[in-house]
């Protein structure tokens, strides 16, 4: 009986959030005979929002794969170098050729305020002033967080603190207010987590384990994805507002419940007939390969998750040369699906779990911190501390050589075209070197928390853009007139349908922005200048 209010609950609120006309108020008068009462009694009323918000996060509500694939794949996935695709998609004026696609970049402003944005704010939201849900309330502003922050360091200024302000959605605020305001709901979440935790002694919720395909109700594990989610963001400013990053690194540093730690701690979304985008994309549709930068990095340093993260090729000729992982370059003029066969698939499964957020994430922040003098600790403990999280995670051993090892990243070569054949565009070893500049260091720490971080093209485009590393290959073709063939893209332009929709707004982001709608335009915490 449960599962039936759920799901009857589920496509009341979906219906909901996707309507442009009809009220709330229509739909309290159930045919079915479900009262509030009754959902209330079960926690339904809350707690049904859930499975959308967390696939919804992932951009694959209900297993939609197309929508993950224009969000993430087909943009942040490539521009951070872990992707490839072989289809000349739109006569290569697409993405990968750095060309901005406005039913492509503009989609995640769609996803993040509909399916995420709204429903917190329609209907979970009022409840958080009641004792009963404010713990319910606490992970859904947690994931507000992290798809918000996307959402900003995306675009550029958008609609956060202000929301539902106003009849076209609320009023756009410059990127810094926003952050602002993220650091301030992690404030509130962590608040009522630890409220929920010491009031009744326990770390976890039944009644909320249920709707959690996160983190299984363990609202101790919440508070150290949010204090790994508020070192993150904290770093992401540090250019442009250094002591407010030092201030907001610390205070997550501080927290009791520390960082996400152990295999464990791998924050992972996972629901029945769940599946992953990846293997969609990949091995059903051949629309994703092996990116040349990752392969640069795993082939040179005969790093042993490359079997993990990539399928061996199927060229002999190119195995028997030695290289046994095949990738492909951005802006290729590949011919097509049928040049693809020798690049490498990806190796996830059909029902692999999501990877939201790994522990030795947090590892690498900390060597940063370190770096900057925000800790105690030395970079090099908190940066091999990082690898050997990563190792752990994947269950690959040799860390110790890894770590000890001089290698570094190959050269590209391509199976079938050499003339796409370039020098490798990084050049450090996984070993520490103590005597290496501040800089050095940060590269290095980079290039490892790039491998660790996989697949996350999100966050490693930010870090990329933040601070450098790692280097990108120069495109083949160039279909931007924006951009150079080995500048990179520095932000997605605003989708046509929020501009048609509040020019007004358009403007007023315009003017937070402080630049042109183009992608070379740098956001506020992409400062132009050293990384010390």
């Known amino acids: 009986m449960k599962s039936i209010f759920k799901a009857i609950f589920v496509a009341l609120a979906i219906t909901f959030v996707f309507s442009s006309c009809a009220k ?38 209900n297993n939609s794969n197309w929508e993950f694939q224009l969000v993430q794949n087909l943009t942040a996935d490539l521009w951070a170098g872990y992707f490839s695709n072989v289809s000349a998609f739109l006569s290569n004026a697409n993405t990968g050729n750095l060309f901005m ?11 993040t305020y509909k399916r995420v944005m709204s ?43 202000k929301y539902g302000q106003s009849a076209t959605g609320g009023n756009f605020e410059s990127m810094q207010d926003s952050y602002n305001a993220f650091f301030n709901d992690l404030d509130i979440a962590v608040g009522a987590l630890e409220n929920f935790i010491n009031t009744t002694g326990s770390t976890t919720s039944n009644n909320f384990k249920r709707f959690d395909d996160w983190c299984n109700g363990d609202f101790a594990k919440w508070i ?26 610390q205070k997550a ?44 990095f795993l082939t040179g340093y005969s790093d042993p998750r490359e079997g993990k993260y990539f399928v061996e090729t ?33 190796s996830t499964q059909k029902t692999d779990a999501a990877i939201i957020m790994v522990p030795a994430e947090a590892q690498f922040l900390l060597a940063e911190a370190a770096l900057r003098g925000w800790v105690s600790g030395s970079a090099k403990t908190y940066y091999e501390a990082g690898v050997k999280e ?20 190959a050269d590209y070569v391509n199976p079938v075209e050499p003339s796409w054949n370039i020098k490798a565009a990084n050049f450090l070893s996984p070993k520490w070197d103590e005597s290496a500049s501040n800089e050095a260091k940060l590269e290095r720490i980079i290039d490892q928390k790039y491998l660790a971080i996989y697949p996350d093209g999100y966050e490693a485009w930010t870090d990329l853009r933040r601070t450098g590393y790692p280097r990108q290959y120069p495109v083949i073709i160039n279909a931007s007139s924006d951009l150079k063939n080995d500048e990179i893209v520095r932000r997605c332009t605003y989708p046509q349908s929020a501009i048609s929709s509040d020019p007004t707004g358009y403007q007023q982001a315009l003017g937070f922005l402080g630049g042109p709608d183009k992608a070379s335009t740098r956001l506020w915490w992409d400062v132009n200048k050293g990384n010390f």
């Open 24 to 61: 709330w108020e229509d739909y309290n008068t159930n045919p079915f005979g479900v009262t509030d009462e009754m959902l209330a009694a079960d926690y339904n009323n809350i707690g049904a929002y859930y499975p959308q918000i967390m696939q919804s996060v992932y951009y694959n509500y």
């Open 390 to 409: 990563s190792f752990n995670q994947y269950g690959v051993g040799g860390v110790d050589d890894y770590l000890a090892s001089d290698a570094i990243p």
């Open 314 to 346: 199927s060229n002999a000729a190119f195995k028997a040369a030695g290289r046994n992982f095949a990738s492909i370059r951005m802006g290729n003029d590949a011919p097509g699906k049928g040049a693809e066969i020798p690049y490498s698939l990806l």
């Open 119 to 161: 429903p917190i704010f329609n209907s979970i939201k009022p409840l958080a002033d009641n004792d009963q849900y404010r713990h319910f309330y606490a992970p859904a502003l947690i994931m507000q967080v992290m798809a918000m922050s996307r959402l900003t360091d995306c675009y550029g200024p958008c609609i956060y603190s």
């Open 253 to 296: 540093i501080g927290n009791s419940y520390g960082f996400l730690s152990g295999k464990s701690d791998v924050v992972t979304m996972h629901a029945a007939s769940w599946q992953h985008p990846l293997y969609t994309l990949s091995t059903a549709w051949n629309d994703c390969y092996m990116g040349a930068v990752i392969e640069s």
């Open 224 to 249: 150290r994805f949010a204090n790994t989610l508020r070192l993150r963001l904290a770093m992401h400013i540090v250019k442009v507002d250094p002591a407010k990053a030092k201030s907001e690194a």
């Open 101 to 111: 696609v406005d039913g492509w970049v503009g989609f995640e402003w769609d996803v």
